[in-house]
């Protein structure tokens, strides 16, 4: 699977709901893990590999796995906690990290790999995955959410990259079909 690129129209788009748990969806989830952690990722949204469906995985790498979620259908209930600023990366934005202000929590409703229906809090770096990833499934970035002026200070370095998405795009054509 390759990586979408900022610039790149899917990732702007807002994803379709998944409507049926396949064989082949959960290969793609597989090959999605596959490629999420050949480039150290800690969240990959569809339509990142060009899959305009709402789902992503993540993997918050903690112990027993109890981090690594398929997220399926997703809904955020409610915010929780304070706002926080943290550092935030994105495989679609190569190279570039800034801190993102998002709240600490979220109360979250999505569908397992099994169709089951799981509603939960996250806090923390669990919260954080989610929130970006769930954006992504809106076709908003992290970058999106920066301030003014500190997207002014990388529009030079974005613009570059939004023209590399963009004719990379052109290349690989339009979403892939399930």
């Not at 150290?40 to 590999?49: F, K």
């Not at 923390?124 to 002026?149: C, M, S, W």
């Amino acid at each position: 699977m390759e990586i979408r690129l900022i610039g790149d129209p899917v990732l702007r788009k807002r994803a379709k709901k998944v409507e049926k748990i396949d064989e082949n969806l959960k290969n793609v989830i597989d090959e999605m893990f596959s490629t999420m952690y050949l480039y150290d990722g800690v969240g990959l949204a569809a339509p990142q590999v060009g899959i305009s469906l709402r789902l992503f995985i993540m993997d918050s790498r903690e112990e027993n796995e109890k981090g690594k979620k398929v997220v399926i259908n997703p809904e955020i209930i409610e915010f929780l906690g304070e706002e926080v600023s943290f550092e935030e990366g994105c495989l679609s934005i190569p190279d570039i990290f800034e801190d993102v202000v998002r709240p600490e929590g979220v109360k979250v409703r999505y569908q397992d790999l099994s169709g089951n229906n799981i509603e939960e809090e996250l806090h923390g770096y669990q919260a954080r995955i989610f929130q970006h990833e769930t954006d992504h499934l809106d076709g908003i970035l992290f970058t999106d959410k920066l301030p003014i002026v500190k997207k002014a200070l990388l529009k030079k370095e974005l613009n570059k990259l939004i023209e590399k998405g963009k004719k990379r795009a052109l290349e690989l054509g339009d979403t892939v079909k399930l």
